[in-house]
């Protein structure tokens, strides 16, 4: 995890460096930096796994870009939580803000496609909040894989609480005319375990004598150290406003 902080942390930090440049400082083939630059040079809607927002966008040079955003919002990367094969119904709220490097390897070719492909590393501030809940559906319930009578639910809540968390992606954003584009991007957020709270609400029996109270703290445990849940994946689709 260190290292994979420390690496993002250097390549945005990198980037940002290039965004501060003075103007008497010239990248290859002519271009310069202005004071004018501070100002976003775009603007973009997007919408996907983790919600929907927008995000300014600064151009340092052809192949440097910086975005800094925000999602929010209940759309679900998934819609439920799986623990040794029984399942938690999943309601979502996401609040995501972030800051990307996007790094344009062909961004002074002359082809607008090959312009648009880029790579993004960053930092996500998460405040993310998931709601659990499950059910029966025929009057039993397995819980830590103790199977229970019920009449009532498991219900919880599973969160990402003030995390700053490492983000790498891969994107496609050409331009369609001079001011217009569109982009699409693929990537994770390194989030580590999340935070699980469960709760039994109603009667719950087991013939064998099953402790239910001690079964959903240890159901807590399998999700909270589940690896899967260590990334918070993401994909998402828009448009883009070049000034």
């Known amino acids: 995890m260190k290292t994979l902080t420390t690496v993002l942390t250097a390549a945005l930090l990198t980037a940002m460096a290039g965004t501060a440049m003075a103007e008497e400082v010239v990248v290859q083939d002519g271009y310069a930096f202005e004071k004018n630059q501070l100002i976003p040079t775009g603007v973009r809607a997007e919408v996907g796994t983790t919600g929907y927002g927008g995000a300014l966008l600064w151009t340092a040079n052809p192949y440097v870009g910086l975005a800094l955003g925000y999602n929010g919002g209940d759309i679900s990367w998934t819609d439920d939580v799986s623990v040794n094969g029984t399942k938690y119904d999943l309601d979502m709220d996401n ?33 993310n909040d998931y709601d659990l809940t499950k059910r029966s559906e025929n009057g039993s319930i397995t819980v830590n894989d103790n199977p229970y009578s019920v009449n009532g639910s498991v219900n919880g809540k599973m969160s990402y609480k003030n995390d700053i968390a490492p983000y790498v992606g891969l994107g496609f954003a050409p331009k369609i005319n001079q001011n217009w584009g569109v982009f699409g991007e693929v990537g994770a957020y390194y989030t580590g375990n999340p935070t699980v709270d469960l709760n039994a609400n109603g009667t719950f029996v087991n013939v064998n004598g099953a402790n239910i109270d001690e079964d959903i703290r240890a159901e807590e445990n399998k999700i909270r150290n589940d690896d899967k849940y260590e990334w918070l994946p993401v994909a998402k689709l828009g448009v883009s406003y070049h000034f």
């Open 95 to 127: 609040k995501l803000a972030y800051l990307n490097a996007e790094i344009r390897p062909w961004g002074a070719s002359a082809n607008r496609w090959a312009q648009g492909v880029y790579m993004a590393a960053g930092v996500g501030y998460l405040d």
